[in-house]
């Protein structure tokens, strides 16, 4: 469990991040990262601009690998069907709700988007480390 003298960058990681245009009737899936090294995942979506009408639908998928075998929703992840322009969403997920059975541990974000286009930003973060504290070798600089 974080300790209140832990550095955030201790404790959480960015294992993948993008920014899409999103054509209408189209879905797209980010790339699938790993989450064996985690407790804990938290999904960032940020959704700009967004023509008249349009729906997305985002969920948290699982898959066994980073190719996306066996790929599945995670019961429960869903984001409301309708967006609106200039707003976040946040998603959190416990590794446990992973079909841990079947050895799902890899994870993404697929949109969905009818009738417009989409502009949408995401990151996934890995948190809460199996093996604190997490590598500082994605960021230039940490100031504390």
Not at 27 to 42: D, K, S
Not at 77 to 88: D, I, L, M, N, Q
Not at 104 to 114: H, I, P, S, T
Request: with cysteine; glycine share 6%.
């Amino acid at each position: 469990m974080p300790q209140y003298t832990e550095q955030v960058t201790e404790i959480m990681q960015p294992l993948n991040y993008g920014i899409y245009q999103i054509l209408p009737v189209a879905e797209t899936t980010t790339p699938y990262v790993a989450l064996n090294g985690f407790h804990r995942a938290f999904f960032w979506v940020f959704f700009g601009n967004m023509g008249p009408g349009a729906d997305v639908v985002v969920q948290v998928m699982q898959a066994t690998t980073v190719a996306g075998a066996g790929a599945k929703v995670v019961a429960g992840k869903v984001t409301a069907e309708t967006a609106t322009p200039v707003s976040h969403y946040a998603i959190e997920l416990q590794t446990e709700e992973l079909d841990v059975d079947g050895r799902f541990d890899c994870v993404a974000l697929r949109f969905d988007v009818d009738d417009n286009d989409v502009e949408a930003t995401w990151m996934i973060w890995g948190v809460v480390p199996v093996y604190p504290p997490v590598p500082t070798t994605f960021w230039q600089e940490i100031v504390q």
